[in-house]
Nanobody, 118 residues
């Protein structure tokens, strides 16, 4: 079982920045891919970004490419999602999910709300 805990959400003005964190206790963290998804009210879940276990490979959804950066610190069992130049359409609940490959959703966190005001 993998436990995932997101933090760092909040309210920010358009053009601002936030950094989300996804932490997982235990020894398996360094062996799993972490994916970020988001879901806005009335919309389908959207893939945001992913980082492989080593951190060497990253992937981004088209709507965030160039604005968001995913990174990880396996010594701290934490993945970060740096979000810059935020737009109102980035408003959503952001979830981290874990599994063996990019896009895996074997395990989910509880989500953290990001609200971008115009």
């Amino acid at each position: 079982q993998v436990q995932l805990i997101e933090s760092g959400g909040g309210l920010v003005q358009a053009g601002g920045s936030l950094r989300l964190s996804c932490t997982s206790p235990g020894r398996t963290f360094s062996r799993i891919t972490i994916n970020w998804f988001r879901q806005a009210p009335g919309k389908e879940r959207e893939f945001v970004a992913a980082i492989t276990s080593s951190g060497f490979s990253t992937h981004y959804g088209g709507s965030v490419k160039g604005r968001f950066t995913i990174s990880r610190d396996n010594a701290k069992n934490t993945v970060y999602l740096q979000m810059n130049n935020l737009k109102p359409e980035d408003t959503a609940v952001y979830y981290c999910a874990a599994g063996p490959v990019v896009g895996s959703t074997d395990y989910w966190g509880q989500g953290t709300q990001v609200t971008v005001s115009s």
